[in-house]
């Protein structure tokens, strides 16, 4: 499956943004779909995710950093994952990555799980 992650920009702080990832080229709504951010020297770090289910029935994670400021979501008849942030911070300044997991026994926090990734968006948060 190819991704395409759109929707990054350079905005203040407490500002909102959507991310949005299209998947193309395969069974999209079979993914346990993921969003990672990586900022230059360091490991590329979890965001949120959410699972597939056949049943429309999600379960989503969040990092610990974001709870309560970011969501994410999915549509899986456009083939599109969303993040939504609010209230953004300068810390949350990054390149943002959409992931499609492949690895079903790993954990969904692990970037190692996933095996297709979007080309990134830069995310930068001024103060």
């Known amino acids: 499956v190819q991704l395409q992650a759109c929707g990054g920009g350079l905005v203040q702080a407490g500002s909102s943004l959507r991310l949005s990832c299209a998947a193309s080229?395969?069974?999209?709504?079979?993914?346990?779909m993921g969003w990672f951010r990586q900022v230059p020297g360091k490991e590329r770090e979890f965001v949120a995710a959410?699972?597939?289910?056949?049943?429309?029935?999600?379960?989503?994670w969040n990092a610990d950093s974001v709870k309560g400021r970011f969501t994410v979501s999915r549509d899986n008849a456009k083939n599109t994952v969303f993040l939504q942030m609010n209230s953004l911070k300068p810390e949350d300044t990054a390149v943002y990555y959409c992931a499609a997991k492949t690895a079903q026994t790993m954990s969904v926090l692990d970037p190692a799980a996933y095996g297709h990734w979007g080309q990134g968006t830069q995310v930068t948060v001024s103060s």
């Open positions: 080229g395969g069974t999209f709504s079979s993914y346990t």
């Open positions: 959410i699972s597939w289910n056949p049943y429309s029935v999600y379960r989503t």
